[in-house]
C-alpha cells in the first residue's frame, strides 16, 4: 500500500532535549515536505526537499533540521525542543500532482 | 505565509444536502487542490484542477477554478454524515515548485 509512515504518533518530551521524527514513503516519491498545524495558525510549511540531498527551508524553519540522505527517508529534527514547538505535524510526499500525507505525529514539548 | 482563504469558516447541513466550500488565493498558480482531514488525523487528498481548467468532478465532488477571480469552489452534493471533517484548499505556485501552501480550512458538520 502506499503510504507515508511517520513515528511516533504522540510523544511527549522536555524542553532541550533532542529528539527525532521519523518520515518515510514507499512511493519513490522525489519531493517531501514537514508541516507543522495549529490551530488559528493552518498549516505551515517547515521544511521541504526536491531530492536527495536536496533541502531547503520553508516558512517556519527555525528551531528545526532535516536530512535527505536517501529518497525514502526525510527525519524531522529538533535538536533543542521548546513548549512553542508543541504541535501537530505532518510530513508529506508527492511526485507530480497531488501530496500523500502521513497520519501525522502530536508533539507535547514541556 | 497562507495563500488561501476559504468560506466559510464553519459549516452545518442535513445529510442529503449539498455542501458548497470556496477558496480565495492571491498569486498565479500552477494547480489548486483540496484535501479532507478528519478531526486530529492525516489529510487526504481530493482532488486537483490545473490552473488551465474551470472545472473537474470526482464522484460527488465539483471543483470549480475561476483563475481571473482567483477562487475555487468546492461542491459536495448528497453530503453523509462521514463527510463531517475539515477541508482545505491548497495551491501550488507558479515560481515555487512544489511546495503547497494552504488555507485555513472550512469545519463541514454533517447531521445525520
Known amino acids: 500500500e502506499a503510504q507515508v509512515t511517520q513515528n511516533p504518533r504522540y510523544l511527549i518530551t522536555v524542553t532541550g532535549k533532542k529528539l527525532t521524527v521519523t518520515c518515510s514513503q514507499n512511493?519513490?516519491?522525489?519531493?517531501m515536505s514537514w508541516y507543522r498545524q495549529d490551530p488559528g495558525l493552518g498549516l505551515r510549511q517547515i521544511y521541504y526537499?526536491?531530492?536527495?540531498?536536496?533541502?531547503d527551508k520553508g516558512d517556519v524553519p527555525e528551531g528545526y533540521k532535516v536530512s535527505r540522505k536517501e529518497k525514502r527517508n526525510f527525519p524531522l529534527i529538533l535538536e533543542s525542543p521548546s513548549p512553542n514547538q508543541t504541535s501537530l505535524y505532518f510530513c508529506?510526499?508527492?511526485?507530480?500532482?497531488?501530496?500523500?500525507f502521513g497520519s501525522g505525529t502530536r508533539l507535547t514539548v514541556v | 505565509s497562507q495563500q488561501g482563504e476559504e468560506d466559510p469558516q464553519a459549516l452545518s447541513i442535513q445529510e442529503g444536502e449539498n455542501a458548497t466550500m470556496n477558496c480565495s488565493y492571491k498569486?498565479?498558480?500552477?494547480?489548486l487542490q483540496w484535501y479532507r482531514q478528519n478531526s486530529g488525523r492525516g489529510l487526504v487528498h481530493l482532488i486537483l484542477i490545473r490552473s488551465n481548467e474551470r472545472e473537474k468532478h470526482s464522484g460527488r465532488l465539483r471543483v470549480t477554478l475561476d483563475t481571473s477571480k482567483k477562487s475555487s469552489s468546492l461542491l459536495i452534493t448528497a453530503s453523509r454524515a462521514a463527510d463531517t471533517a475539515s477541508y482545505f484548499c491548497a495551491t501550488v505556485r507558479s515560481n515555487q515548485g512544489g511546495k503547497l501552501i494552504f488555507g485555513q480550512g472550512t469545519e463541514l458538520s454533517v447531521k445525520p
Open positions: 498569486t498565479s498558480i500552477n494547480n
Open positions: 512511493m519513490n516519491h522525489e519531493y
Open positions: 508529506a510526499s508527492s511526485l507530480a500532482d497531488g501530496y500523500t
Open positions: 526537499s526536491m531530492n536527495v540531498e536536496v533541502t
